[in-house]
């Protein structure tokens, strides 16, 4: 009988990937929060908590941009393995 296992098993998401992923969506959202802060727009990232400052605009955009960039790790990381494909 062939084992089954094998190909029931999940691969195990290293934390090197997801820190790396973590890493390059704050290194992305960084020079988009720039943009937006020249267009003046973060603050309207801080009416998502009722809020209008400026920093509480920041932080939720870093959350937000280290959580698509830890998705990203996730889902496509282990097919990504040059700098190239993955910034495209």
Do not use: N
């Amino acid at each position: 009988m062939a084992d089954v296992s094998a190909h029931l098993a999940t691969p195990m998401i290293s934390v090197g990937r997801l820190t790396d992923g973590v890493i390059a969506g704050l290194a992305g959202g960084v020079m988009f929060g720039i943009l937006m802060q020249l267009m003046d727009m973060i603050a309207m990232v801080a009416m998502l908590t009722g809020s209008e400052s400026t920093a509480v605009g920041w932080v939720i955009h870093l959350a937000i941009s280290a959580f698509i960039g830890a998705t990203f790790a996730v889902l496509f990381g282990g097919r990504v393995t040059r700098l190239a494909p993955a910034a495209g």
